[in-house]
C-alpha cells in the first residue's frame, strides 16, 4: 500500500515538510481541504479504510497512537470516501477535509490521517494482519501570522555505542512555536594525518515539540580513528538550516585493540620484532649456562 499528499499551500511551494505532511497555521473558524493518493501495490484486491487518529510528540519522535485513538484535532478531520475499493495496482484519491471551530484554543496539534487494510484469520491463516501507512498533520492555531519556526545547535561531542561504533552527538533545542523534523549531513575534516571523512547522513525520524530540547546522533564508521575531528554538522527542518562546527574526539568503549600503520612503520615494525625475539634468545641460553 502507498499514501502521498498531492497538495500543499501555494505559501509552502518551497517547504519540503508541506509536501510529504499537512502541515499549516490556521485562525479560529477556518477550513481547509487537502488531497491524497492511497495506491495498491499488491496483486490482490483490497479493502482500505480512510480515518484519522492521534498522534504526539515523545522522547525526540512523532509517534502514533494505537488504533483508531481519537484527540482534539481528529474531530476537527473527516476523510471522504471512508473506504475505497481497489483492484490490484491501482489508484484512488479522496479528500481530507479540517474544519477549525470558532473556539479553538491557540496551540499545535498532531495527527496522522491513516489508510488502513486488514485481514482476519481464517482457515488457511491463523494470524490477522493490519497494515496501514499515514500521512502527518502538524496544525498550529492561533491569530495573526504563523508563529517562526527555529532551532539551534548548542554542542557536539564524540560518543561510541555498546557495540563501540563511533558517532557524534549532538544536542538540539527547538527555539520556536511549531515542531521541527531534523534531517542533516556531517563532514569530519583535519583528522589524524590530515585525512577527511566522506559526509555522513544524520537518520531521519528526529521531531522535537516547541521549546523542547533533544539530541541527534549521527553514526560513523567503525574503522575510523579517534580523531581528533573538526566536525561540521549542518541540519534542517523545512526551510530552517543551522550548521556548527566543533572539535570532537570519538572516544569511548571499544570491541577490541587496533594497530594502526602508519606509511613507513611497517619495516620498523617488524625490525622491532626481530630484535625481541634475539634478545629472548640469548636469555635463554644464558638461563641454561
Do not use: C
Not at 497494515?131 to 532551532?151: A, H, K, M, N, Q
Amino acid at each position: 500500500m502507498g499514501i502521498r499528499l498531492l497538495e500543499a499551500p501555494v505559501a509552502r511551494r518551497n517547504d519540503p515538510r508541506a509536501r510529504t505532511y499537512i502541515v499549516d497555521h490556521l485562525k479560529p473558524g477556518t477550513t481547509i481541504k487537502r488531497k491524497i493518493e492511497i495506491s495498491n501495490k499488491s496483486s490482490a484486491p483490497r479493502s482500505i479504510d480512510l480515518y484519522a487518529a492521534a498522534a504526539g510528540i515523545k522522547n525526540n519522535g512523532f509517534t502514533f497512537a494505537p488504533k483508531r485513538t481519537a484527540n482534539e484535532l481528529t474531530r476537527w478531520i473527516r476523510v471522504s470516501p471512508a473506504r475505497a475499493d481497489l483492484d490490484p495496482h491501482s489508484r484512488a484519491k479522496a479528500e481530507i477535509t479540517i474544519n477549525v471551530p470558532r473556539t479553538a484554543q491557540a496551540g499545535e496539534r498532531y495527527a496522522v490521517v491513516w489508510a488502513e487494510s486488514s485481514a482476519a484469520a481464517d482457515a488457511t491463516h491463523n494470524i490477522a494482519s493490519v497494515t496501514r501507512v499515514g500521512v502527518r498533520t502538524y496544525l498550529d492555531i492561533g491569530p495573526g501570522g504563523e508563529p517562526v519556526s527555529d532551532f539551534k545547535i548548542e554542542e557536539m561531542h564524540g560518543t561510541r555505542d555498546k557495540q563501540g561504533r563511533p558517532g557524534v552527538t549532538a544536542i538540539v533545542r527547538n527555539l520556536g512555536r511549531r515542531a521541527v523534523d531534523l534531517n542533516g549531513t556531517l563532514d569530519l575534516r583535519n583528522g589524524p594525518g590530515g585525512i577527511s571523512a566522506r559526509p555522513f547522513r544524520a537518520p531521519s525520524g528526529v521531531t522535537l515539540a516547541p521549546y523542547r530540547r533533544g539530541t541527534v546522533t549521527v553514526p560513523l564508521d567503525p574503522g575510523l580513528p579517534d580523531g581528533p575531528w573538526k566536525a561540521k554538522l549542518t541540519l534542517r527542518s523545512g526551510t530552517v538550516q543551522r550548521t556548527s562546527t566543533a572539535t570532537v574526539t570519538l572516544a569511548g568503549k571499544k570491541t577490541g585493540p587496533r594497530t594502526l600503520l602508519y606509511p613507513g612503520t611497517a619495516a620498523a615494525a617488524a625490525s622491532v620484532v626481530g630484535v625481541l625475539a634475539l634478545a629472548g634468545i640469548r636469555r635463554h641460553r644464558r638461563n641454561n649456562r
